[in-house]
């Protein structure tokens, strides 16, 4: 099956610094990857498209200059949340898209939970 | 806009069977999907629809499309305290090329 895999899987840190989260396709390769974040007890918020080799796109209201994306290979992604502050934290979740002939499905990491001190 | 909504809660016994909900707006949707989320974790594919089908059966799930409704069903037969998980449907539209998902329906199985 499709794996994606997400490290770390948790992080704690200061306010003010930085963290980068990474997003892997292990046994396929993705030219677009997404990045979710999901408050407690809510659903996931999509917060922006991730396309190998080009700008991420945005959804309304994410700050692309805090929430950096780089998609520099058919199998990596990177989230870096610049100068985090406390209502950073959530839980963030990457899914890669598979394409096939019979589908074109979207398999998620395991997410990695951001607590800002 | 695409909203999709989804009972909060359900509570079954185990051995019954759970069905779950799911109502979305977007009639160019082309793909809907149920994913499991247990807790503190992310979310597992459990199955999905093309929109032009209106029924699909994998093992011990049976997903029903109402497209006319826009209406979603997700059936778990003989449901099982593992089956204990928050689920999540979602709906795909090649326009906007993203999934939009439900607000998640907590499945509780008690004994």
């Known amino acids: 099956g499709a794996v994606v895999s997400q490290h770390p899987s948790w992080v704690i840190c200061k306010s003010g610094t930085s963290v980068k989260i990474e997003c892997r396709s292990l046994d396929f390769q993705a030219t677009t990857m997404f990045w979710y974040r999901q408050f407690p007890k809510q659903s996931l918020m999509l917060m922006a498209t991730?396309?190998?080799?080009?700008?991420?796109?945005?959804e309304q209201g994410v700050e692309k200059d805090k929430f950096l994306i780089n998609h520099a290979s058919l199998t990596l992604s990177t989230l870096t949340v610049t100068s985090a502050h406390p209502e950073d934290s959530s839980f963030y979740i990457c899914?890669?898209?598979?394409?096939?002939?019979?589908?074109?499905?979207?398999?998620f990491g395991p997410g990695t939970r951001l607590t800002v001190l | 806009g695409e909203d999709v909504e989804q009972s909060l809660f359900l509570s079954v016994r185990e051995g019954d069977s759970s069905v779950i909900n799911c109502t979305y707006t977007d009639s160019s949707s082309t793909y809907l999907y149920w994913y499991k989320q247990e807790p503190g974790a992310g979310l597992q594919l459990l199955t999905y629809i093309f929109s032009n089908m209106d029924m699909k059966q994998d093992q011990r799930l049976t997903v029903l499309l109402n497209k006319k409704d826009k209406h979603l069903s997700l059936r778990i037969a003989d449901t099982q305290t593992g089956d204990s998980a928050i689920y999540f449907c979602a709906e795909y539209t090649g326009t906007a090329s993203k999934l939009t998902f439900g607000t998640g329906t907590r499945l509780q199985v008690t004994l």
């Open positions: 991730s396309n190998e080799g080009s700008k991420a796109t945005y």
């Open positions: 899914s890669a898209n598979r394409i096939s002939e019979s589908s074109d499905t979207q398999y």
